[in-house]
């Protein structure tokens, strides 16, 4: 599937509409170019799920939790993760493998431990179409 947007709002829309089905145990890849709008998107999920706290890309920490929505929310940012094992002392399995639904930024950096079935939402940008456009393809991989 792929969903074009033009503005912030509707990539934050595409991820409040995921949010609100994503399932226990879901875990999204969100791959995409620095700036591109995988936070803008991850805040749209989290609206979905139903989290009232501001969210912000964990990118010193890694991981941010969030308990008070449907669902337990797990958002990654590995863009600064040296090598795996920081995942496992952060304690990932309990996040990948338990009731919650995970959103990581910059998935590729930690492909390895990714479990088999993952959602992937790849964004990108075309200039020629404008600074505010983005090209969304999400795909179910197993
Ligand atoms: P990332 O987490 O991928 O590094 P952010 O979500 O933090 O990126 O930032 C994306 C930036 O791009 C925001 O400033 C946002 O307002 C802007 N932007 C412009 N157009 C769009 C769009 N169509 N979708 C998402 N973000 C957009
Ligand atoms: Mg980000």
Redesign the pocket.
Known sequence: MVIETWKPQETFELGRRMGERAQAGQIICLEGD?GVG??VF?QGFAEGLGIREPVN?P?FTILQQYEEGRLPLYHF?V?RIGDVEEMEEIGYEDCFYGEGVCLI?WPSRILEILPDRTTWVEIAKDLEKGFDYRRIRVEERA
Do not use: A, C, Q, V
């Open positions: 620095l995988k936070t991850t890309s990118t940012d863009y930024e």
